[in-house]
């Protein structure tokens, strides 16, 4: 079912001859390049980067190299990268690591309600284990925060700030720079968890004015079990693991190089892709199958989140009449979500979408449709097809038809729009 992409990569070994693929949120599949480039480092380059032999020199090479590549594409330097097994695990560096270091008696943490589990429940053990105080702020009807209400939380015994650059489900992207600046009047870190925003749009730490960010593999066609974080240089953290001097002495542990080159790798394309517009093809990709569907299906589909402020590659909708999970268990052609992973298989309304003021029937009823480095025109006219098709057998279309939100080219998307 599966084409070549527009970019001129052959389709991926993995999607060939299979369902249509429209879960890159969800995972990316590791590109054949990436794959490539770490191989010699699970054969012949076994060394380790901290022997001062000839064994360990390509190791340690190549290890240096991926740092490089990590912070060229997010605008950092190379020491200011450190490699962690997951984005979980980076985003408990920055968010423990910031108010444990901080030395204060009674920290207090600000983040948002739709910020990935990794933050939330990090800042859960923080109040539980070690008495910080967390303010959650709400977001709007389109995931947004408003930088007011983080004014307002604000109190010179706020050590940290964790917002993301981009939902994973709605593709909504806050306005960082802003409230970074915000959090820095007050004498604060702030924290971006920009798993789902680097690769498929420009990042840049210095502009954003964020003091730790992270950055996860296989959101990107790295393999699963390799991801970044940025710290800004002279930002103090309490290490994640204790013992050697790897990683700045924040990560204990010989370094798997295998997988650092693949971060390294991945980077390197992403840069290349992203400096030649390719979150255009994937913006016409996405507004493609919105106008599908909507003339497929006249009057029933709604859009979740913003229609311009969000990711190049994410489409989140409803359908009048039909749930999210019987609409996708109806169309085997496509390989697709209701929403976040991590809540994935639950039947419950999407908690995103809950607090984004969504009634349950609707956050129910979504569908997150998320598009990447091999979707193509014909994926996206299966898709559609598949789609309207399905739907068309649900008889409970409304009596009236409801308005919905144009889904009109962007311009190029930032996590920081003005």
């Given at each position: 079912?599966?084409?070549?992409a527009?970019?001129?990569?052959?389709i991926?070994p993995?999607l060939?001859g299979?369902?249509?693929y429209?879960?890159?949120n969800?995972?990316?599949?590791?590109?054949?390049?990436?794959?490539e480039?770490?191989?010699?480092?699970?054969?012949?380059?076994?060394?380790?980067?901290?022997?001062?032999?000839?064994?360990?020199?390509?190791?340690?090479?190549?290890?240096?190299?991926?740092?490089?590549?990590?912070?060229?594409?997010?605008?950092?330097?190379p020491?200011?990268?450190?490699f962690t097994?997951s984005?979980s695990e980076?985003?408990?560096l920055a968010?423990r690591g910031a108010?444990?270091?901080s030395?204060?008696?009674?920290p207090h943490?600000v983040?948002?309600?739709?910020?990935?589990?990794?933050?939330?429940?990090?800042c859960?053990?923080l109040?539980?284990?070690?008495?910080?105080r967390?303010?959650v702020?709400?977001?709007?009807?389109?995931g947004l925060?408003d930088p007011?209400?983080?004014?307002?939380?604000?109190?010179h015994e706020?050590?940290?700030?964790s917002?993301?650059?981009?939902?994973?489900e709605?593709?909504?992207l806050?306005?960082?720079?802003e409230?970074?600046?915000?959090?820095?009047?007050f004498?604060?870190?702030?924290?971006?968890?920009?798993?789902?925003?680097?690769?498929?749009i420009?990042?840049?730490?210095?502009?954003?004015?964020?003091?730790?960010?992270?950055v996860?593999g296989?959101?990107?066609y790295?393999?699963?079990?390799?991801?970044?974080l940025?710290?800004?240089?002279?930002?103090?953290?309490?290490?994640?693991?204790?013992g050697?001097?790897?990683?700045?002495?924040?990560?204990?542990?010989t370094?798997n190089?295998?997988?650092?080159?693949?971060?390294g790798?991945a980077?390197r394309l992403a840069?290349?892709e992203?400096a030649?517009?390719?979150?255009?093809?994937?913006?016409?990709?996405r507004?493609?199958?919105?106008r599908r569907?909507d003339?497929g299906?006249?009057?029933?589909?709604?859009?979740?989140?913003p229609?311009?402020?969000r990711?190049?590659?994410?489409l989140?909708l409803?359908?009048?009449g039909?749930?999210?999970?019987?609409l996708?268990?109806?169309?085997?052609?496509?390989?697709?979500?209701?929403?976040?992973a991590c809540?994935?298989?639950t039947?419950?309304?999407?908690?995103?979408?809950?607090?984004?003021?969504?009634?349950?029937?609707?956050?129910?009823?979504?569908?997150r449709?998320?598009?990447?480095?091999?979707?193509?025109e014909?994926?996206?006219a299966?898709?559609?097809?598949?789609l309207v098709?399905?739907?068309?057998?649900?008889?409970?279309?409304?009596?009236t038809?409801?308005a919905?939100r144009?889904s009109?080219p962007?311009s190029?998307?930032?996590?920081d729009?003005?």
């Amino acid at each position: 079912m599966n084409g070549a992409a527009d970019d001129g990569h052959r389709i991926h070994p993995a999607l060939r001859g299979g369902p249509v693929y429209l879960d890159y949120n969800a995972t990316t599949p590791v590109d054949p390049r990436v794959t490539e480039a770490m191989l010699p480092h699970l054969t012949g380059y076994f060394g380790n980067p901290s022997s001062g032999h000839l064994y360990g020199a390509e190791p340690r090479r190549a290890l240096a190299g991926a740092r490089t590549e990590v912070a060229v594409l997010v605008g950092a330097e190379p020491g200011e990268i450190v490699f962690t097994a997951s984005g979980s695990e980076a985003d408990l560096l920055a968010t423990r690591g910031a108010v444990l270091a901080s030395g204060a008696p009674r920290p207090h943490v600000v983040t948002q309600v739709t910020e990935h589990p990794a933050i939330l429940e990090s800042c859960r053990v923080l109040e539980r284990l070690h008495g910080a105080r967390v303010t959650v702020l709400p977001v709007d009807e389109e995931g947004l925060v408003d930088p007011a209400a983080l004014g307002a939380a604000l109190t010179h015994e706020t050590v940290l700030v964790s917002v993301m650059a981009a939902n994973n489900e709605t593709g909504t992207l806050q306005p960082v720079a802003e409230l970074a600046a915000l959090a820095h009047e007050f004498g604060a870190l702030f924290h971006c968890d920009a798993a789902q925003a680097v690769g498929k749009i420009p990042i840049d730490v210095k502009a954003l004015g964020v003091d730790l960010l992270t950055v996860v593999g296989h959101k990107m066609y790295a393999p699963k079990g390799v991801a970044a974080l940025y710290v800004r240089e002279g930002v103090r953290l309490e290490p994640v693991t204790y013992g050697g001097g790897q990683e700045n002495g924040l990560r204990a542990g010989t370094e798997n190089v295998a997988l650092a080159v693949a971060l390294g790798t991945a980077a390197r394309l992403a840069a290349t892709e992203l400096a030649a517009g390719s979150w255009e093809r994937l913006t016409a990709l996405r507004d493609d199958l919105h106008r599908r569907l909507d003339t497929g299906l006249p009057g029933r589909v709604r859009l979740n989140g913003p229609a311009r402020q969000r990711l190049p590659n994410t489409l989140n909708l409803g359908i009048e009449g039909v749930l999210g999970h019987e609409l996708l268990d109806a169309v085997p052609e496509i390989a697709a979500s209701t929403g976040s992973a991590c809540h994935e298989g639950t039947r419950t309304p999407s908690p995103a979408l809950t607090a984004m003021g969504l009634p349950d029937d609707r956050a129910s009823g979504a569908l997150r449709l998320s598009l990447g480095r091999w979707t193509t025109e014909e994926d996206i006219a299966i898709a559609a097809t598949a789609l309207v098709r399905a739907a068309t057998a649900y008889p409970e279309a409304p009596d009236t038809p409801v308005a919905v939100r144009a889904s009109t080219p962007a311009s190029p998307p930032r996590p920081d729009p003005a």
